[in-house]
């Protein structure tokens, strides 16, 4: 058996890695994944209008 230390600690080492383990999920699949979309849609097009234009410029 073991001893009332050794089964505290036991809980509370289980207690932290369920936690970190559910923050880990929550940042895999965030939320507002629509608007996190848009953001992401938004930044590749306008990263790739600043691009077009550099080399429309050089030409």
């Known amino acids: 058996m073991w001893s009332n230390f050794m089964h505290i600690l036991f809980a509370v080492?289980?207690?932290i890695s369920g936690v970190i383990c559910a923050l880990w999920i929550w940042y895999l699949f965030p939320k507002?994944?629509?608007q996190f979309m848009l953001f992401e849609i938004r930044v590749f097009l306008s990263l790739r209008t600043k691009v077009t234009l550099k080399r429309k410029k050089n030409m």
Do not use: D
Request: proline share 0%; net charge neutral.
């Open 13 to 15: 080492l289980l207690h």
């Open 32 to 34: 507002n994944i629509g």
